[in-house]
């Protein structure tokens, strides 16, 4: 295996032995005390080339909220390509012990890997959660059919009729020439494994301080150790506050165009996104590093960098980190120019529901851009189609609205890079 150093294993012919592996994965994780899903990546030729599971908590702490085990996955195949000469993408197949959520499908369809084998379902975030194994939850037809022709659900060989399953999606076959069933006790792991770990880790993700205990970061002396790592994050951190908490005026313009030029020259298309938080603050405005990996969006690193500094303050036991860096709900995120309904902006999308984890504040916008490209009623039917985290109003109910002030789109029409 070239991903994590171990010796290289004997080639995976068939579907059990490609999921028990990462059920072996996925095992990593629940000891660790995160979600259990785990997942692997291998040539045509059955050679795994990278194995990994969901780092959503480590050190018993929220490390990072995308930190999926196929979003990585993802990742560390942009990431690793040139250097370790893996294969294209259309000789790669990616199997992972549970169906992808919504962020997951965006990364693999931006990857264009040849297929994605997929163990249990997930009917909370999962693409396929209603089980009709068309993913209705994807932007327009051409990006379900893609969708559907690299997944395959295989079938559950289920002696005692627990687990039963008929293979759906496309035929697998030709790459698993030793078998392509998955073996009941295999699957039962996968499956039940996943929920035994869904509520509780769903639960700590919002623990977070109620809005009412947090403090406002522009209070902190210059040599807090929270405002020192808020600055190393981003320079220009609280140089900015918008008037109303929640709604931005055309002050926060220069640091999104600056990012977006900093975005053009990572390989991405000029954009950036701010983050705001409850107070109003400006917390950072990030680029995406495109160049490095496809899938680092504007957003994505946004919210990583977020999450990022929350944990090492919290690995550090920095005194009051909690009430000055308050969970990503109570702020704002700020496309300069709204998403695309394309592999990314499904990416950016269900990256934002998993940030939020749960039920968010309906007294306001959490996800807002500033430019439209797509109409608000595309974003809408888009937001309303989603699984179950996003789009149920008991959980995250997504909406993405475009920012209040005129002066604010009409600074970044003028000013941000084409
Ligand atoms: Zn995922």
Redesign the pocket.
Same mark, same amino acid.
């Given at each position: 295996m070239i991903g994590d150093g171990e010796n290289s294993s004997k080639p995976v012919t068939n579907v059990e032995n490609a999921v028990y592996e990462v059920a072996n994965e996925l095992l990593k994780a629940y000891n660790q005390g995160t979600f259990s899903v785990g997942g692997l990546l291998m040539d045509l030729e059955g050679n795994v080339l990278y194995k990994q599971h969901n780092n959503v908590i480590t050190d018993n702490l929220i490390h990072d909220p995308t930190a999926?085990g196929?979003?990585q996955m993802v990742d560390w195949y942009f990431e690793n390509k040139a250097t370790l000469s893996l294969p294209e993408p259309e000789n790669i197949i990616l199997v992972t012990s549970l169906d992808? %959520?919504v962020? %997951?499908t965006g990364s693999i369809l931006q990857a264009g890997f040849a297929r994605v084998i997929v163990s249990a379902l997930d009917t909370h975030a999962g693409i396929n959660y209603d089980m009709s194994a068309t993913p209705p939850a994807l932007p327009g037809t051409a990006m379900q059919l893609e969708a559907q022709q690299r997944s395959t659900y295989p079938k559950v060989h289920s002696p005692t009729k627990m687990f039963e399953r008929e293979a759906t999606g496309a035929d697998i076959s030709c790459f698993f020439k030793a078998g392509t069933t998955i073996d009941e006790q295999t699957y039962a792991l996968t499956s039940i494994a996943f929920s035994a770990t869904l509520d509780t880790i769903s639960k700590k993700i919002n623990t977070d301080l109620p809005e009412d205990q947090l403090k406002n970061p522009t209070c902190l002396s210059k040599d807090n150790p929270i405002y020192t790592a808020l600055k190393e994050v981003y320079p220009q951190a609280l140089e900015y506050t918008a008037p109303h908490p929640n709604q931005p005026d055309a002050g926060l313009a220069p640091y999104l165009i600056t990012a977006a030029k900093e975005d053009l020259l990572n390989g991405g298309e000029g954009n950036a996104v701010a983050f705001l938080d409850c107070f109003g603050n400006l917390i950072m405005c990030s680029p995406g590093n495109q160049n490095l990996s496809e899938i680092q969006t504007p957003f994505i690193l946004a919210t990583r960098k977020y999450a990022a500094l929350r944990f090492s303050l919290q690995l550090a036991n920095t005194p009051d980190t909690s009430y000055y860096l308050g969970h990503p709900k109570y702020g704002t995120f700020i496309y300069a120019k709204s998403l695309e309904l394309n592999p990314q902006g499904v990416v950016d999308l269900g990256a934002f529901g998993s940030t939020m984890g749960g039920k968010i504040p309906t007294d306001r916008e959490q996800f807002q851009f500033a430019v439209s490209r797509v109409e608000q009623c595309n974003l809408d039917a888009f937001t309303d189609g989603l699984p179950p985290l996003y789009s149920s109003k008991d959980f995250v109910n997504i909406r993405l609205k475009q920012v209040q002030s005129h002066k604010l789109i009409k600074a970044l029409k003028a000013g941000l890079p084409d």
């Open positions: 999926h196929e979003r992808p %959520c962020m %997951c």
